[in-house]
């Protein structure tokens, strides 16, 4: 999978190098690519803002920067070529942005089979709408939202959402039966895991994980995660289970 990121703040993904994610593009299951979005601006000062139309606080990203940068990832429009009835590219754009549709384990499952990604973050008080618009003539478009509170920017989220995504890519996890048995991969939070030693400041490990009967601990566990699902996350569940 490509993925491509487009930042005021490259240096925040240097963290992508380290761990799982660093280690499939290493084995080149990931390629990234990170892009400082100031390198597409053509004045002297490298702007990315100005203020809005309509007034109110804060500053907003100016849309020909994005507008260069995305033509430049996506391969240049057509000549003459209006966008409506253009070529796609082959790849997902993905605004992070608070008003974005929630993304969630079936989100991340989604994209993580496509083949090319290109996540767009904002800063200020977001980008020029047109840009998003822009980008729906070029490739499919997704406004996603990390949760319902506000950051500072799209580094963090973008950052989660390629973690969340990249270790669903085959290879990269080794043990791909360790994605199965998870929170959100059975609509359920995970069951509590324990490993050694039995007794730990007089806390001991549930006697049925050392009973060695499977059904036993498969029954044991389904029963923890909807009890745990039930007490923190009951909106997970189906009314009559709640
Ligand atoms: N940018 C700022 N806040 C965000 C959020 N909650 N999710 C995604 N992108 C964001």
Request: proline share 6%; glycine share 10%; with cysteine.
């Amino acid at each position: 999978m490509q993925i491509d990121i487009v930042t005021i703040f490259p240096e925040f993904f240097g963290v992508l190098d380290v761990s799982l994610l660093g280690k499939a593009r290493r084995d080149q299951l990931l390629a990234l690519g990170v892009h400082d979005l100031r390198d597409w601006t053509s004045d002297r000062h490298r702007t990315v803002d100005d203020t809005p139309y309509g007034g109110g606080a804060g500053m907003v990203m100016k849309p020909e920067p994005w507008g260069a940068a995305l033509d430049a990832l996506l391969g240049e429009p057509a000549a003459g070529d209006s966008g409506d009835d253009g070529e796609q590219a082959d790849a997902v754009v993905i605004f992070p942005t608070p008003a974005g549709v929630p993304f969630t384990q079936a989100l991340a499952r989604e994209l993580a089979n496509e083949r090319r990604l290109v996540f767009a973050c904002g800063r200020y008080e977001g980008i020029d709408a047109r840009v998003a618009d822009y980008a729906a003539t070029r490739a499919r478009v997704l406004e996603v939202s990390l949760g319902d509170y506000v950051l500072n920017g799209g580094e963090v989220a973008a950052m989660a959402m390629i973690e969340a995504i990249g270790r669903l890519v085959p290879g990269v996890v080794g043990n791909p039966e360790s994605l199965v048995e998870e929170s959100h991969e059975a609509g359920l939070l995970e069951h509590p895991s324990y490993t050694k030693p039995q007794v730990w400041r007089g806390l001991e490990v549930p006697a049925v994980l050392r009973s060695g009967n499977h059904a036993h601990v498969a029954a044991w566990r389904h029963e923890q995660s909807l009890e745990r699902t039930r007490r923190v996350r009951p909106d997970l569940l189906p009314d009559d289970q709640r």
